[in-house]
């Protein structure tokens, strides 16, 4: 079965830096893996898909990378915003017979930016 | 338009209730999901939807009984749930799930439900 990991759980920076969000998976097999943030009690947002045959996508400060073979993905994001203050969610997908199953997520990593 | 809506936001019922959640989207997407998230937990997928079918149950409680009338609409019907389902009910689409391209989901707001 799928496990997603995230670390750190937790982050808390000053406005202005530079950070990384790791999120790692147990099987390689990935259909594809969506990157999302969630605000306090709402729905999720999607940041960021990449497909299994990418290395990398990008958008505005965001970028994600993707190393299948390891198991790894980054979420690096450019000058830190309090505006970015949310939980970031890691998830992948699995091709089953009918297609892509559902998202299996990590537990995310809530992070805070400072004022 | 990348909008997923979901109706109610908030929904409070006792264990002998029937009640339904709503999920809709005009995107022209063929495949909808629900998933469950649970206080301070990622969401838990439990149906998917693809071309009106039901193709993955993840094994949930025959309490919860999905159905989708049309390629925009998914329901989820609640009956007899217990207490440890009050959760945050979230809807997703994406345009289909046989190319990896179309698989991004897109999430509606979620609906709160607590049984009481």
């Known amino acids: 079965k799928q496990e997603v990991t995230q670390i750190p759980a937790a982050l808390s920076v000053p406005e202005g830096e530079n950070l990384v969000l790791n999120c790692s998976f147990t099987?390689?097999?990935?259909?594809?893996l969506q990157w999302f943030r969630q605000d306090p009690g709402k729905g999720l947002t999607s940041l960021l898909l990449?497909?299994?045959?990418?290395r990398e996508q990008t958008s505005g400060r965001l970028n994600a990378s993707l190393d299948k073979s390891s198991g790894r993905s980054t979420l690096y994001i450019a000058a830190s915003q309090p505006g970015d203050s949310a939980t970031y969610l890691c998830?992948?997908?699995?091709?089953?017979?009918?297609?892509?199953?559902?998202?299996?997520f990590g537990k995310g990593t809530h992070l805070i930016i400072q004022p | 338009d990348t909008e997923v809506t979901q109706t109610p936001k908030h929904l409070v019922m006792g264990m002998t209730n029937k009640k339904s959640l709503k999920c809709e989207q005009h995107?022209?997407?063929?495949?909808m999901y629900w998933y469950k998230q649970k206080a301070k937990k990622p969401p838990e997928l439990m149906f998917v939807?693809?071309?009106?079918?039901?193709?993955i149950n993840e094994s949930v409680p025959s309490r919860f009984s999905p159905e989708c009338p049309n390629s925009s609409l998914l329901n989820l019907h609640l009956h007899a749930l217990q207490p440890e389902d009050s959760a945050l009910y979230l809807c997703?689409?994406?345009?289909?799930?046989?190319?990896?391209?179309?698989?991004?989901?897109?999430f509606g707001p979620g609906t709160r439900l607590t049984v009481l």
């Open positions: 997703a689409s994406s345009q289909e799930t046989f190319r990896e391209y179309y698989n991004e989901q897109f």
């Open positions: 099987d390689s097999a990935i259909y594809n």
């Open positions: 990449i497909q299994s045959s990418q």
């Open positions: 998830a992948v997908s699995l091709y089953s017979g009918g297609g892509a199953d559902g998202l299996t």
């Open positions: 995107m022209g997407h063929r495949a």
């Open positions: 939807y693809s071309y009106e079918k039901l193709s």
